[in-house]
């Protein structure tokens, strides 16, 4: 069985994910509001064509973007807070 190892690209402004087959970039989001300091992709899961993405110091509270995705296209659906 074979397997691909996720890897996540954390940036000042955006998240990247890549696969380690040819390290190419599988699709990368950005937090519509973001700030610095959000701390976006401390955690994450994927299942499917959902991903989900922690970001411990959006105000000061965290928070959890959820987006869906096809092919290369992610689209932030939710924003959930404490």
């Given at each position: 069985m074979k397997?691909?190892?996720l890897l996540f690209l954390f940036l000042?402004?955006?998240l990247s994910m890549y696969s380690q087959e040819e390290w190419n970039q599988l699709f990368s989001?950005?937090?519509n509001d973001w700030a610095e300091g959000d701390s976006l992709g401390?955690?994450?899961a994927i299942a499917d064509t959902v991903a989900v993405f922690g970001a411990?110091?959006?105000d000061s509270v965290g928070a959890v973007y959820?987006?869906?995705g096809e092919d290369d296209v992610w689209e932030e659906i939710q924003k959930l807070t404490a």
């Open positions: 397997k691909n190892i000042i402004t955006s989001v950005e937090a401390t955690s994450s411990p110091g959006k959820v987006y869906r």
